[in-house]
């Protein structure tokens, strides 16, 4: 299984934006990943 391109902080960080209001399609765009990798992340580390 390959290793993740991000660690657990990098992925708070990029999904903090999200809560403030910035669109989920600019987030992914910036951060190189696609919105369904974001909303798993999301799911996942909910509450970080």
């Not at 999904?15 to 999301?42: H, M």
Request: charge should be positive; glycine fraction near 8%; include cysteine.
């Amino acid at each position: 299984m390959k290793a993740s391109k991000f660690s657990d902080a990098q992925k708070a960080f990029i999904l903090k934006p999200g809560d403030d209001g910035v669109p989920v399609a600019e987030i992914c765009r910036k951060a190189g990943i696609s919105q369904a990798t974001y909303f798993n992340w999301r799911k996942k580390y909910a509450g970080l």
